[in-house]
C-alpha cells in the first residue's frame, strides 16, 4: 500500500518535542515551521501544504482558505474554536480537529495559582519591592478556605478547578448552559447568584454569540463583596468597559486576563489592580507534550482513512 506522506504549516509557537515527533513521522514528508507570520506570508505558503496546525494567534480568513488549494485539514492545537470558520470548513470538505483535553490540567492549576496569587496580592507586593518600598501592612491578604467560589463554565476545565480547590474548604456555585448530574462539590448558580454570593470568580468559557459580553453591567452591578476575577476564557467574554468600572469602584478588588490579546490597547487600566497575561495557561511542557501526542495521532487518522 502506498503511504501519503504529508506536507504540515505551522503557524503558531508550539514545543520543540512536538515539532521534532512530528518531523520524524513516517506520514509526514515536510514540515515548515515559521511562528509570527504577517499575513502576505501565510498566504503565500497556504498553497502548498495539506495540513495547517495554528493555536490561537490567528484567525483563518475565507481569503485563507482561497488560497490553500491542496489544504486537506486544519488542527487547532488546543481548545478553543473561535478562531476557526468551522461551517466553511465543512462547506470545503476540510477536516478540522481541535485537541480539548491536553491543556486540562494545566489550565486548572494555572487558575487556582491565579486565585491564591491575587488574594496573597503577590503581585502588587512585588512591584512595590522593586520602587525600593517595603509596605508589609497595606499588602495584606486574605485565607481562600471558607470562600464562596463562583465558576462560570463547568465543562472539563470548570470541573477539574472545582476538584483542585475541594481540600481548600470552599463553597463552590457553577453556571453553564445545562445544569450537570452527579456534581460532587458545586451547585448550579445563576450568574446573578454568582456575582452576589461569591467572593471569588473564574471564568472558562468557549467565545460565541451567547458568551461575548457575558459578564457585563448586569453583572458587574449585582456584585456585592469584593471580588477577585480571573478570566482564562476569552478577552470578550467581560465587557472591559463594566469591569474598569468595577476596579474603580473597589466591586472587583483584583483581576486577572489570561489571554491579553495582541493589539488591545491596555493604557486605560493603568494603575487598576488588573494583570493581563499572555495566554498562559496551557502553556505547560506537559500540556504540550501531549498536545504533540494529539497531533500525531490526527496526522496517522488522515494517512490512512
Known amino acids: ?33 515559521d511562528k509570527y507570520l504577517d499575513e ?101 491578604g486574605n485565607e481562600l478556605s471558607g470562600k464562596s ?20 474548604n470552599v463553597n463552590v456555585l457553577y453556571y453553564s448552559r445545562t445544569k450537570k448530574r452527579n456534581v460532587a462539590h458545586a451547585r448550579y448558580g445563576t450568574l446573578e447568584e454568582i456575582a452576589k454570593k461569591c467572593e471569588v470568580i473564574s471564568v472558562q468559557v468557549p467565545l460565541t454569540r451567547e458568551t461575548y459580553n457575558l459578564l457585563d453591567e448586569n453583572f458587574f452591578s449585582s456584585i456585592k463583596n469584593p471580588v477577585t476575577l480571573i478570566n482564562v476564557a476569552r478577552y470578550n467574554v467581560i465587557n472591559m468597559k463594566y469591569l474598569k468600572k468595577a476596579l474603580i469602584n473597589g466591586k472587583v478588588r483584583s483581576c486577572l486576563i489570561d489571554p491579553f490579546e495582541r493589539g488591545y490597547d491596555i493604557s486605560p487600566y493603568d494603575e487598576l489592580p488588573i494583570y493581563f497575561l499572555p495566554h498562559l495557561g496551557g502553556n505547560t511542557f506537559e500540556a504540550q507534550d501531549r498536545i504533540g501526542e494529539e497531533i500525531k495521532s490526527i496526522i496517522r487518522e488522515l494517512t490512512y482513512k
Open 1 to 33: 500500500m502506498h503511504l501519503h506522506r504529508f506536507r504540515i504549516l505551522v503557524i503558531d509557537p508550539i514545543s520543540n518535542n512536538t515539532l521534532e515527533g512530528i518531523r520524524e513521522m513516517d506520514e509526514v514528508e515536510e514540515v515548515h515551521y
Open 40 to 140: 502576505s506570508s501565510i498566504l503565500e505558503l497556504l498553497p502548498n501544504y495539506e495540513v495547517l496546525v495554528l493555536r490561537s494567534g490567528y484567525t483563518i480568513t475565507h481569503e485563507w482558505l482561497e488560497k490553500a488549494i491542496n489544504l486537506k485539514c486544519v488542527i487547532r492545537a488546543g481548545v478553543g474554536t473561535d478562531n476557526i470558520p468551522q461551517q466553511l470548513l465543512q462547506e470545503m470538505r476540510i477536516k478540522f480537529y481541535n485537541i480539548p483535553h491536553a491543556t486540562t490540567t494545566s489550565v486548572a492549576e494555572y487558575v487556582v495559582g491565579s486565585i491564591l496569587i491575587q488574594l496573597r496580592n503577590l503581585i502588587p507586593a512585588h512591584l512595590s519591592i522593586q520602587k525600593g518600598e517595603w509596605k508589609k501592612a497595606e499588602f495584606i
Open 149 to 168: 467560589i463562583g465558576l462560570i463554565g463547568y465543562g472539563r476545565i470548570g470541573q477539574e478547578i472545582d476538584r483542585l480547590l475541594s481540600p481548600f
